[in-house]
């Protein structure tokens, strides 16, 4: 398929502009589409009806004519109404970087609560469209097999309605059941004490494959590895294993990646996985240090992580594919830092940031990113030797239930307690410390 591309952009954002449609140009490629050609315009408002102004429109129709386009993919997100009169004015399909990632997503879509979030993202999309779908299908020559129980009296669209409507109820509460089972979980995990440590990043900066190295490294229960893959949006689904270093238990999370623009609809509804990232207790921001993009990249993730509420989590930075880095990009850190100190708040500026540097391809630098994650944990996660009186049933009920145990002694009147717990118990077994033997992490 031969795709034309449009983008807008007010008038000095010429940077923006190519950058975004480099990206858009990316994810098309994903599905196979071939870009034959960009289109943009500078423009201060979209037009409502058109999205493009008038010029540019038949503009447009020329180069559909010249390139032998089949599809036109707009840069923005395009109303109902602009969607349909374009399509008519042109007559050609034409959809937006909504409904591209949508397709992505669908295409790539393999567990259940992946694929449920896609189906129930991409009803919500197709309701107000729903003369579009139609005419998609008579132009494909043939109605979707849901959808083509015609009844008395209805109107087809208001049947399609009526389906769709139905089905994202249905998808509504299945998911409600699932992201139940999901808090629990997390809760549990809580409870125990096991920190939760999310990698996060651009698509495609080697999250998978960090975790895979990582799981490499210190894995306790043969824990399985995840997919790495190199394309767009590899992975969609949060996995999570448990790993172990230095007797710290954590759970490590992989997550979908990031692009910019993400569209509403989507941050709404399938970022909704990101749920673990959220609750995380650390955030590993994973940057390709050898993408041309890799600062805006940076940005991008942080920008989203604030969007789902989850900035102010403590974070480090390990930057991946230094096996491609050419000389030119050694400034990026500081860039990093730069953007560190004039956008996040105080309350999470540590004195000192911690970045790890990391070749997947031959593990180079993972034990030291093993080592930076455990440093930040331990400010939170405190290692602590006790000696709780046996008369003491309360405390041991509390270490038992809530902190994680490295090892336990049974003495005559006490019992010794190796211990990592979280911050929020100290007060509590203060005084239960080993006497020489204080603040051992
Ligand atoms: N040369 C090199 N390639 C790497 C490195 N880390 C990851 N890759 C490659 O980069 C591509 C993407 O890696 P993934 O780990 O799947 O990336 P991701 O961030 O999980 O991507 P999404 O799940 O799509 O968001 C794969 O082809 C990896 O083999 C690295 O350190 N060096
Ligand atoms: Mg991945």
Not at 31 to 47: F, S
Not at 264 to 276: A, G, M, P, Q, V
């Amino acid at each position: 398929m031969r795709a034309i591309l449009v983008g807008i952009t007010s008038k000095n954002d010429y940077f923006d502009i190519d950058y975004s449609l480099h990206e858009l140009k990316k994810l098309a490629e994903t599905l196979d589409y071939d870009i034959v050609y960009n289109v943009r315009q500078a423009k201060t408002k979209p037009d409502p009806a058109t999205f493009i102004g008038k010029g540019k429109v038949s503009e447009l129709k020329d180069l559909i004519d010249l390139y032998k386009a089949d599809i036109i993919i707009f840069d923005d997100a395009l109303s109902p109404a602009q969607n349909r009169n374009l399509e008519q004015i042109l007559n050609i399909k034409v959809i937006d970087r909504t409904y591209l990632i949508l397709e992505i997503f669908n295409v790539r879509a393999s567990t259940k609560e992946a694929k449920y979030e896609i189906a129930l993202a991409r009803y919500r999309y197709l309701l107000p469209r729903i003369g579009l779908l139609r005419e998609e299908e008579s132009r494909n020559g043939g109605t979707s097999g849901s959808m083509s129980n015609r009844g008395s009296g209805e109107t087809q669209q208001e049947l399609d309605r009526r389906h769709l409507e139905n089905e994202i109820v249905k998808l509504e509460s299945e998911l409600k059941n699932i992201r139940q089972q999901k808090l629990n979980q997390i809760n549990r995990r809580k409870k125990n004490s096991i920190p939760i440590v999310s990698l996060v990043g651009y698509t495609n900066a080697g999250k998978s494959s960090t975790m895979n190295s990582l799981i490499d490294l210190l894995n306790v229960n043969d824990e399985k590895k995840v997919l790495e893959k190199d394309c767009l949006f590899a992975t969609l689904d949060t996995y999570s294993r448990r790993l172990k270093h230095n007797n710290l238990n954590f759970i490590l999370t992989d997550t979908i990646g990031f692009v910019s623009k993400l569209p509403t609809t989507l941050i709404n509804s399938f970022y909704f996985t990101l749920e673990e990232v959220i609750n995380s207790d650390l955030i590993v921001y994973v940057v390709d240090i050898s993408s041309e993009y890799a600062l805006k990249e940076f940005e991008i993730t942080y920008k989203v992580l604030e969007l789902i509420g989850a900035s102010q989590i403590p974070f480090i930075v390990s930057f991946t594919k230094i096996d491609k880095l050419s000389n030119n990009k050694t400034l990026l850190p500081s860039q990093i830092l730069g953007f560190i100190s004039q956008n996040i708040k105080e309350d999470i500026k540590y004195k000192e940031y911690s970045f790890a540097f990391i070749d997947n391809k031959k593990g180079i630098g993972i034990r030291e990113l093993a080592d930076i994650i455990f440093k930040a944990l331990s400010r939170n996660y405190l290692h602590l030797h006790l000696e709780v009186p046996y008369t003491d049933g309360k405390v041991i009920n509390l270490i038992e239930e809530h902190a994680q145990i490295v090892a336990k002694t049974y003495l005559d009147s006490f019992i010794f307690y190796d211990i990592y717990t979280d911050e929020l118990y100290y007060p509590i077994y203060l005084k239960y410390e080993e006497k020489n033997n204080q603040n051992i992490a």
